[in-house]
T-cell receptor, first 119, second 107 residues
């Protein structure tokens, strides 16, 4: 079945970077966009950016521009989200989510990765 | 940019109908999508493009978009419907925008 499996929880110090992975299975990875969405505790969902699974082009939310880099490895059917200059406000659950071309909705989600930023 | 305001909470008795509204300035040309998020779980898409249901989502979940406001309707509410619900649209400036979220409590 179609699924996205993310890497495990991490604890980071302020100023550090974190890289979260998202391995896709059950579909052709390169034919769908992949997005990253985060959610702080008790807060709404927040879109961070996306990558074209085929050509690797990316688009980021202005809020995260300059701090986030999304990449992919098509041979491993895996997308990555790298967030730098971490601060306490970045403590959240990070999700990868797939969308379909022509539909701006996220139809498949990863299980989420908890990132804690604490000194 | 869009302001996707949702009521913070909606309470409904089992078997009754829950209605969750979204948005203050959504235009008819923008598709609205809805997600269900149970505690500790990832969101699940329940309605897309205003009123379409993904495979496996019960017919009890339906959506509409009248122009200024989109609505998710849950008919014949069950205990398992208790969750947070988020609307979402795509916007040319803010790109992907989520609503403030609504907690549905089944009494």
């Amino acid at each position: 079945q179609v699924q996205l499996v993310q890497s495990g929880a991490e604890v980071k110090k302020p100023g550090a970077s974190v890289k979260v992975s998202c391995k896709a299975s059950g579909y052709t990875f390169s034919t769908y966009p992949m997005h990253w969405v985060r959610q702080a505790l008790g807060q709404r969902l927040e879109w961070m950016g996306w990558i074209n699974g085929g050509n690797g082009k990316t688009k980021y939310s202005e809020k995260f521009q300059g701090r986030v880099i999304i990449t992919r490895d098509t041979s491993a059917s895996t997308a990555y989200m790298d967030l730098s200059s971490l601060r306490s406000e970045d403590t959240a659950v990070y999700y990868c989510a797939r969308s379909k071309w022509g539909v701006d909705a996220f139809d498949i989600w990863g299980q989420g990765t908890m990132i804690t930023v604490s000194s | 940019s869009y302001v996707l305001t949702q009521p913070p909470s909606v309470s409904v008795a089992p078997g009754q109908t829950a209605r969750i509204t979204c948005g203050t300035n959504i235009t008819r040309g923008n598709s609205v999508h809805w997600y269900q998020q149970r505690p500790g779980q990832a969101p699940v898409l329940v309605v897309y493009d205003d009123s379409d249901r993904p495979s496996g989502i019960p017919e009890r979940f339906s959506g509409s978009n009248s122009g200024n406001t989109a609505t998710l309707t849950i008919s014949r509410v069950e205990a398992g419907d208790e969750a947070d619900y988020y609307c979402q649209v795509w916007d040319t400036t803010d790109l992907y925008v989520f609503g403030t979220g609504t907690k549905v409590t089944v009494l």
